[in-house]
Every structure is written in structure tokens, then in C-alpha cells.
């Protein structure tokens, strides 16, 4: 008898340990993480204890269904908090340490307590509960025959930045409004807030504007290619243009809705007065360069060219008219219904990369400038940027721009995203603009995330190490005015929604810690290891992600007796790299890099992977010597 009782004692403290989390890996890092003795094993019978208003009811219904859907268990929402297991309290006095967004969160062996002000606050610990439970939790289907448990912990948790966000561009490669939604999911789990919702551009535009219907009869549509952008063949007069849509205004409704309850703001961008190549299509009149009514809408073919030295110009023009009156009631139209679309504060109207050259030699721009006194082309899109502010606040909203509007000049209360570097935030923030940090060379998503053998190729590449390294108040920085820090995500050589999850995560998890958690509480080694248990989070959920971190960096040079030598180096601590140029696939057990090597003479192909001890944790890596030729570096 004593024998089976030690058994059965031991069985069940086995239970206990197989369902604890090793690794206790939040992202974003809390402010306070206090780790106590114990676990809390979820029961069969789960109530969730919530007072009865919709948004606290929100965050109890989401959680419900996140348990229920793994577990089995049966999960009630009461407004009985005394008999719950799981508590959502909002405070009856007001906890100024925490804010608006923060939380406690409190895991013992008897309950769980989640405590915050406001019902966002209980939102955002929620998702840290369903961190602290084992990954099986974020799967999408029924997991039997395991216990559930969260480790004992004291956690105060508030955010660094008010804005944290993720732009998507649905412009170049059209997303669904189903998968808009994902996004919205996949963005709140890690505490963003702000989903920048990039509407219009080249390519397409995707917004309804009832007064304006060719806008998406014909700007919402281009014909399909799947190559390189820039770089595709020839349009064909005769080819079909189907492809492309848009977003009735009730899809846009439903968005907004779907995000609010998950305390997310939109920002919709309508991008002028550059990149308006799919309005101009639909209303060739908003243009003044002859034969803009023979203008398509775009499907990414080469229609700029970016000189080694100097500024970019047009192939043909795709900018609205600052001298054309009939640009301002259009405008006036747009902005209109996308005030009442959109409750957000601000409205964002791009103003980036606007060609200019098609301006200089224009008679109406010519007189323009002679009528207003403006001497630069950058003095000119100021006019058209002013004219349109006071129409963006005629509609009880705040305008929004990217850094080039600056050159222009607007007034303070039109705020700036520094995308150009930090340069434009300092700029700006000195200025008295609210700032958004969104420098291409830490936050870009659509940039290649490792070598370009291994990723489709745009721009530059940027590692998750570099991302995870931003600090948004940079040298000069007014920080009062920093509002915080957005990841952006251009799609040109996105073209599907997998694809999309691909390029956001991990790097997204970066700009997430970044955005929230106290800048002394980062350390890249330990982001490391939590990295790497949510992409088994990510696994349950079936959610795609970028492995690029674990590929290696090539750096060739070539010395007097021209032999190429290869330097490899990782991002990741405590990985070994193998390597061989006989055309073989390397494991373990072929050589491993301890230093630069030397290219054998007649070697047509280096291949490299990389492991943990005796698991691979990296892919297959293939670097033609030709291209290692292409790069190299002569000493």
C-alpha cells in the first residue's frame, strides 16, 4: 500500500514537471519578473472571473477560447470573481505606475490574478498568461493527454512607448480581409498597438471611395507577374488586368471593429502626391503631363531609375499635380470618407519618394511657383503638403507623413515617420513634431533577413540582431516628442500571406521588445533563447517564420596569389558551422569552420549549415564561388 502511494505521488509531481515551462520567455521582456516556488495546474472546470463591460469581457472571451480550444477543458466566463480560478480585475483605485496599458499578473498555486486599470491593460496580460502556459496553448486544435501549467510568478508589466507599431502594405501584393485580420491577431499576441494599413500606391489601390468609384474599378487591378520587382517583362496590351481588389468600405468597418477589440489602432495611408500611379490611371485629369491618360496602373515593372550618385527620377509620372486644381477636391473626396472610416486620430498621406524631374519643365508648375514665390521643386510638393494638411484637419484629423515632407514645411501639429535614417526624427522632434522612429536600416521587414542566396532579393538585408539593437531616442532626439517606434513591411516581393509571417517574425519580435520594454532590461543572448521558444510557439500555431538568424554571414577577400579566403561568422553564440566544396551536403561530421578557409582552385560551390551539438539548427546555405568571385574583396 505505502508502495503505491509513493507511486502515485511521484506520478503526479511527474505530471507537474513535464507541463512546466522550462524557460519562462515573454516577449516583450516585462518591466518586473519576479519567479516564485511552485506551479498552477489548470483544473478540468475553469472560470474565468470578469466584470460585465465588453472590453473586459473581450479579453475573458479570448482568453476562454484560447484554453478551451487546446485543452478540452471546460471553460466558463463569470461575473463572480470570488469563485474564479482566473481573475481579471480592473483596479477600483487607479494605479499610476502601470498606466493606461500596464498589468500585474499574479500566478500561484491556488489562482491566477490578472489586475490592471484600463481593459487593455487586462488584454496585454492575458497574453502574457498564454505565454507563461505550455506552446501547445497557441496550437489550433485539441491536445490530449498532457496537464497544463503556469509557472508561480509576480509580474508588473507597462509599456515604454504609446505607439508601437506594424505597417502592412497591401498596395503591391493585395491581402484579404481575412488575412489583414491574422495580422491584426498575430501583431496583438506581442503587445503592438498601432497597424499602419499602407492603402494606395503604384500598385494598386485598395480603399473604396464611393465618390470616386474608378478609383478601384480600375486602379485596384494590374496584371500578375511573379518575377522580380523592377524587373518583369513588358506588359502586353492584350494580357488581362485582374489582378489586384480592394476593400469595400463595410470590410473596412469590420477591420477597424476587429482591431479596436484588440486595442489596436489603424492608421490608414493614402500615399501622395508620388506613388499615385493607380489614381492617376483611374483620373488621368489629376495629372499635368501630357499623355498621363494613356497611363496604366502598375504591376511593378521599371518605371524609376536610381542613379549610383544623385536623386532618383521618374520614367514617367506618377504624381499628382500641385498646380492642377482638380487635385484638391479629389483629395478633399478622399480624405472625406476616410475620416469616417477611420476613428483614429491621425491620417497618414505618405509624401516619400515623389519624383520631381517631370515638374521642372512643366508650364503649369512653372507658373505655380512664379505665382507663390517658391524657388525649389521640394518648395513645391510643400505647397501641394500645406494645402492638403488644412484639408486632413478640416476632417477633425491630424496629418501624418513620411520624413520628406519636412523639406516642404508643415506646421508642428502634423506629425513625421523618420524613415530615412534617424536624421528626420532629430529633425522633426526639434522642430516640435511628433515623431514615429521607423529607420529603413533597423526596422525594414521586407529587407532580406540573411544572405541573398537564401532570400528573395530587395534592397539590403537586415539581421534580427541589428533590429533587436534600435534605440528610437537617438543622438539629438528631442525624446518628449518621440511618440515610438514602427516595423515596416513594403510588399513588392511579397506575394502571399505565408509569406508575409515569413518576413515580420522574428524580426517583429525585436522591433516588440523594443517598443515596450525598458531599454536596460534588453540582452540579445537571452532574446536568443526566447526567440527560439516562441518559433516552437509558432510551430503549434502553424504560423510561418524567417530562420534566417541561424545562417552565416560571408565575407571573401582575395590575397597576392589570388586565392579567394571565406570568413564565416554567425549572429547566434555557441553555433558550429560545417562546411564542404565537393559539391556534398555537410553534417557534422565533415570539417568545421574554425577560421577563414581558403577556396579550392577549382571548386565550383561552398556549402554551409549550421548546428547546436549534434542537431541542426540552420539550413542548407549554398554560395556558388562564382558569386564569392563577384564579392570579392582584393587586400
Same mark, same amino acid.
Given at each position: 500500500m505505502?508502495k ?9 509531481? &511527474? ?7 522550462? *524557460?519562462?520567455? +515573454?516577449?516583450p ?12 495546474l ?7 472571473g470578469?466584470?460585465?463591460? &465588453?472590453?473586459?469581457?473581450f ?6 477560447? #484560447? ?6 477543458y ?5 461575473? *463572480?470573481?470570488?469563485?474564479a ?11 499610476t ?17 490578472i ?7 487586462? @488584454? ?11 506552446? $501547445? +496553448?497557441a496550437?489550433?486544435?485539441?491536445v ?10 509576480? +509580474?508588473?508589466?507597462?509599456? /515604454? ?10 498596395? /503591391? ?5 481575412? $488575412?489583414?485580420?491574422?495580422f ?10 498601432? @497597424? ?12 473604396e ?16 507577374? &511573379? ?6 517583362l ?6 488581362? /488586368? ?10 473596412i ?8 477589440a ?7 495611408e ?16 489629376? =495629372? ?44 478633399d ?8 472610416l477611420?476613428? @483614429? ?22 507658373a ?21 494638411? #488644412?484639408?486632413?484637419?478640416?476632417k477633425?484629423?491630424?496629418m ?30 526639434n ?7 521607423s529607420?529603413?536600416? @533597423? ?10 542566396i537564401? $532570400? ?23 525624446? #518628449? ?40 532590461? #534588453?540582452?540579445? *543572448?537571452?532574446?536568443?533563447?526566447k +526567440? ?12 510561418k ?11 571573401? =577577400?582575395? *590575397? ?17 558551422? %560545417? ?10 561530421? %565533415? ?6 578557409? &581558403? ?29 564569392l568571385?563577384? /564579392?570579392?574583396?582584393?587586400?
Open positions: 505505502k503505491m502511494i509513493v507511486l502515485a505521488v511521484c506520478c503526479s509531481i &511527474t505530471a507537474v514537471v513535464f507541463c512546466q515551462p522550462k *524557460n519562462i520567455s +515573454i516577449i521582456e516585462p518591466v518586473q519578473l519576479v519567479k516564485k516556488t511552485g506551479v498552477y489548470l483544473p478540468k472546470d475553469i472560470i474565468i470578469a466584470t460585465n463591460t &465588453t472590453a473586459v469581457q479579453a475573458a472571451d479570448y482568453l476562454q477560447k #484560447k484554453i478551451s480550444l487546446a485543452t478540452g471546460a471553460v466558463k466566463v463569470s461575473d *463572480n470573481s470570488a469563485a480560478n482566473i481573475q481579471l480585475l480592473l483596479n477600483a483605485t487607479t494605479n505606475s502601470i498606466g493606461k496599458e500596464g498589468y500585474e499578473l499574479s500566478v500561484t498555486p491556488q489562482n491566477i490574478i489586475k490592471a486599470n484600463q481593459p487593455a491593460g487586462l @488584454f496585454y496580460g492575458v497574453q502574457t498568461l498564454l505565454q507563461l502556459l505550455p506552446k $501547445e +496553448i496550437g489550433k486544435e485539441l490530449k493527454n498532457m496537464e497544463w501549467a503556469a509557472p508561480c510568478v509576480e +509580474i508588473t508589466d507597462y509599456p /515604454r512607448f504609446g505607439w508601437r507599431g506594424l505597417m502592412l502594405d497591401v498596395s /503591391r501584393h493585395f491581402f484579404t480581409k481575412e $488575412e489583414v485580420k491574422t491584426i491577431d498575430e501583431m496583438a499576441a506581442y503587445k503592438f498597438n498601432l @497597424f499602419h494599413w499602407h492603402l494606395t500606391d503604384d500598385q494598386g489601390w485598395r480603399v471611395i464611393k465618390s470616386l468609384p474608378k478609383l478601384t474599378s480600375i486602379g485596384a487591378w494590374n496584371v500578375k507577374r &511573379t518575377g522580380r520587382f523592377g524587373s518583369f513588358p506588359i502586353k496590351d492584350d494580357e488581362p /488586368r485582374n489582378y489586384g481588389g480592394f476593400y469595400t468600405q463595410d470590410d468597418k469590420e477591420v477597424v471593429q476587429y482591431a479596436a484588440r486595442f489596436v489602432n489603424v492608421l490608414p493614402v500615399d501622395v502626391p508620388g506613388h499615385s500611379l493607380a489614381a492617376i490611371a483611374a483620373y488621368p485629369e489629376l =495629372s499635368c503631363t501630357p499623355g498621363a491618360e494613356k497611363y496604366k496602373v502598375s504591376s511593378g515593372d521599371k518605371f524609376i531609375e536610381w542613379p549610383a550618385k544623385g536623386h532618383f527620377y521618374g520614367l514617367l509620372d506618377n504624381t499628382l499635380c500641385p498646380a492642377n486644381e482638380k487635385v484638391y477636391p479629389f483629395l473626396k478622399v480624405m472625406t470618407e476616410l475620416a469616417q477611420f476613428p @483614429f486620430e491621425y491620417i497618414h498621406v505618405g509624401g516619400d519618394e515623389c519624383i520631381h524631374n517631370y515638374w521642372e519643365n512643366n508650364p503649369a508648375i512653372k505655380l511657383m512664379q505665382k507663390e514665390g517658391l524657388k525649389t521643386m521640394n518648395a513645391v510638393q510643400g505647397y501641394f503638403e500645406k494645402r492638403l494638411e #488644412k484639408i486632413v484637419q478640416s477633425g484629423k491630424k501624418m507623413g513620411w520624413d520628406e515632407i519636412l523639406e516642404g514645411g508643415v506646421s508642428p501639429t502634423t506629425a513625421i515617420m523618420s524613415w530615412r535614417g534617424t536624421k528626420g526624427g532629430v529633425e522633426a522632434s522642430k516640435k513634431h511628433e515623431v514615429v522612429m529607420p529603413t536600416t @533597423f526596422v525594414y521587414l521586407d529587407y532580406m533577413q540573411s544572405d541573398e537564401m $532570400e528573395p532579393k530587395v534592397y539590403a538585408s537586415l539581421r534580427v540582431s541589428k533590429t533587436y539593437s534600435y534605440e528610437p531616442v537617438s543622438e539629438g532626439i528631442d525624446e #518628449k516628442y518621440v511618440k515610438g517606434i514602427q516595423g515596416n513591411l513594403w510588399s513588392e516581393q511579397v506575394y502571399n500571406y505565408r509569406q508575409v509571417q515569413y518576413m515580420t517574425w522574428p524580426r517583429a519580435f525585436a522591433v516588440s521588445e523594443t517598443a515596450w520594454s525598458p531599454a536596460g532590461k #534588453k540582452n540579445w *543572448n537571452s532574446f536568443v533563447g +526567440i527560439e521558444d516562441h518559433f516552437k510557439r509558432f510551430d503549434a500555431a502553424e504560423i517564420y524567417g530562420p534566417g538568424m541561424y545562417d552565416p554571414d560571408f565575407k571573401v =577577400s582575395q *590575397n597576392g596569389k589570388e586565392e579567394l579566403t571565406v570568413s564565416l561568422k554567425t549572429e547566434i553564440e555557441g553555433l558550429d558551422i %560545417y562546411y564542404s566544396f565537393d559539391n556534398s551536403y555537410p553534417d557534422r561530421f %565533415y570539417p568545421r569552420y574554425e577560421g577563414p578557409v &581558403t577556396v579550392p582552385v577549382d571548386a565550383t560551390m561552398l556549402r554551409v549549415i549550421t548546428y547546436r551539438g549534434k542537431q541542426p539548427v540552420g539550413r542548407m546555405n549554398n554560395m556558388p564561388v562564382a558569386e568571385k563577384k /564579392r570579392t574583396e582584393k587586400k
